[in-house]
């Protein structure tokens, strides 16, 4: 998806977001750890000068894990070098950014199984266990 | 009246997992511009919600706002929003054609009446019916016909919502906008030459998931997206502040992303949301790459005297009539000191 | 037409012929007044160096009145300069000029400009404060003393709400502050705020009588 990187200006001017961001980070970070409460960070709704965001990834940093979702396009998962500091970046199918976030939780809402998905899995597995021959109920350890 | 499924049943039909869904709301949380925390809300109204009808209507428009809206990188719209909601008439997208598309725009005003939401793009001319006509039918008989039974109208794109183009001077087809018409129904004005796709999207995402229209500005356009100045929310701003601006389009200033304010930057008077939004699934907004603010979201901003003209420029005429009014004072002065020295003689006189 | 147009239209137009017309019907009236007659022989010639000696010597205050008038003259100064700063280097004005003088000249940064324009206002209420208190002076102020600092503050202080906003729309604070202006480009001309045009005139015109009449300038 070449097309769709950004074209960026050739010099870099920060205005200013990414320090008080990172702030904001610190203390959502304390209401995590003192009060259980997590907060999510759209950036879509703040005015980043070019070049800006990537700044702020970079001083996120990457960290220890990194999980791919593929549901109605790509969605990359990742903590950043700040554990409890998630970084969203949703793609439609198109492979177009719809959605970028940050989020101050221990496991992201998205990464966990869905009670309703768990549900579907369910029914899904039980249909082809019912249809299934002796071979695959043997293999089910049944 | 036929049974209508939510937006829930669609998603399952079509495979969507609930992470899927998740996604797709806390993208339309975001399209919203709402804070992620509203996200659970989101999904449970989404999920009750019905796909409304739409009829969407062409006028004196260059169907650039079409052109932007199936281009929106909202939660791929073409694949949710649009089934999500029942597109029912569109000339340019439907396959129908001739009377079999006005039987289809027919057929979907009774089943829906009083429940649809008309979209308008392009101004409707006044001066002569012939001007724009569609199967036959004038603009405006074609578009208070449609809006009779709608819920609420969407006027897309500047023509259809202050006049636009065909409505700048002179004006020749007496182009209006749909607020000057409809008065009797809600309508929203989704301003821009075009409009920013998602911002379309938005408002069509909010009346799925509220079953409401969005609080509006003066001018009736989304609080949410045009509730700041292009001026306030850009990232060019502490250049203005410093003093710092472009002359020209390609000295030191502009090469170093300078305030363009001295090159006719509209950004000050014109809301929209271009500086956070942005275009291009959110590439950049014109003034990141490198061209004033149009103003082209704002009322008339065909008539604002010249893009290229800074905003706190005078708009005056030629310098004839200054020079006549000072002919006129200089006149004036000397038959004023022709008084006075009357008045002086006679005092001397006195004296 | 909106409250904008019309203001960065008709009225600043309407504005800028009444104040041409006004300033050189003044103008124009009293230099074209007939010299008054001298009655005593001319001490010294009076010519033009003279003038230009007093247009300076003015600036300050004569020695036996310095203590007397410090507060109001510096208060004065300020209200000056700051709203000289405030009209001639805040860059959009500049952008003003330019749009009908053809050159521009470079401008300030913005808090400079915003530190001015405060600067200006305190001085210009403190001032009126003073006229208001001091009894000799609130004897011999009339409506043109209160509508000419009226007219002077109304830009500035219009100007000033700009960057703060205060819940008003921009683009009618803009039409505001344009009619603010035009409303002091029209009134400008006529009453005291004339000195703005007359100043040197009459310094210059002091000063020649005086020299000519020996005394000391």
Redesign the interface.
Known sequence: MNSQKPVRSAIPYSRGNVKPLLNEIIHALDRLLDDDEPTAIDLASLPFAPGELEELERALGHGELKAELDALGKSVIRETAYPGVWWLEHRNTAGEIVGRYIEITRTPEILMSQDADIGAGRARLRDSFDNSGPEFNKEAGK | MKTIPTLGDILQAQG?????F???C??T??LL?L???M?PRIANALEQARRPSVIWLSFQECTGCTESLTRS????LE??IFDSISLDYHHTLQAASGDAAEAARHAAMEENMGQYLVLVDGSIPMGNPGFSTIAGISNYDMLMETVEGAAAVVAIGSCAAFGGIPGANPNPTGAVSVQDLVKDKPVVNVPGCPPIPMVITAVLAQFLTFGQLPELD?HGRPMAFFGQ?I?D??????F????K?AETFDDEGA???WCL??LGCKG??TYNAC???KWN????FPI?SGHPCLGCSE??FWD??GFY?????????S?E??A???V???A???A???A??RR??KY?KEA | MDLLDFARGPALQVAAYILVAGVLWRLVGIIMLKEKPEFSEPRKPGGFMAALKVIYTRSFTAAPFKRATLYPKMLAYVLHIGFFVVIFLFVPHIVFFEGFLGFDWPGLPNNLIYLSGVAAVVAGIALLVRRLTHPVLKLISNFDDYFSWFVTLLPIVTGLMMPVRMGVRYETLLAIHILSVAVLMIWLPFGKLGHTFLVFVTRGTTGMVFERRGAKT
Not at chain 2, 240 to 243: A, C, I, K, R, V
């Open positions: 969507v997992s609930r992470r899927g998740m996604k797709y806390a993208a949380a975001s511009a804070p992620p925390a996200v990188s909202s939660p791929t694949g949710l003066i100045t001026h929310r850009c990232y060019r701003r502490p203005y502040e410093q003093g601006f090469r170093k992303g304010f001295k000050p008077i500086a956070t939004v699934a959110g590439t950049s990141e009322p008339g604002k005297g003209a800074p905003l706190s420029t005078g708009k005056f005429d310098g009539k200054l006549g009014a000072a006129a004072g200089v004036l002065g000397a004023a000191a022709v006075g020295r002086q003689a001397t």
